[in-house]
């Protein structure tokens, strides 16, 4: 099997997470230590997330987020659900299937389907919550009988 060497997007990342906050030191300093708190809390999540895409993940389960995005973008949903199916059960707690198992069903008008895998999305990721609000907040519109905005 041969190995990736991922030492260069890791480089990347730290760089320009370090450059970014470097060059927001200055106003956060002013803001006080709670701000600059919670900017290395979302840097963290940052780098989760970028190392979550990387190529090394897609060769650990075999699912592409990449590949899902372009099949959703694409309008292929049906394609979309049944390619998130076949990684599921191998990987049942893999946010990104998860994920782009509740927006196909979403896009689909399935919102029973879709509050469940988006619920589960929340439960292996909490971070993912201001992503997934919107959408449970449009389905209990929707189950409630009022008007899509």
Known sequence: MNSIDL???ISRSIFGLVESINELTEILNRLGFWSLFFLAIFGFVLLYRHFKESPARKEETG??????EQL????????????????HEAFPNDVWISWYRALGHYNLGRYDEAKLWFEKVMQINPGF???????????????SGEPRH
């Open 63 to 68: 699912f592409d987020p990449a590949r899902a």
């Open 129 to 143: 919550g201001p992503d997934i609000e919107p959408y449970l907040a449009e389905i209990d519109n929707a189950s």
């Open 7 to 9: 030492t260069p997007d």
């Open 72 to 87: 959703f973008l694409r309008g292929k949903v049906d394609e979309l659900i049944a390619y998130c199916d076949e990684h």
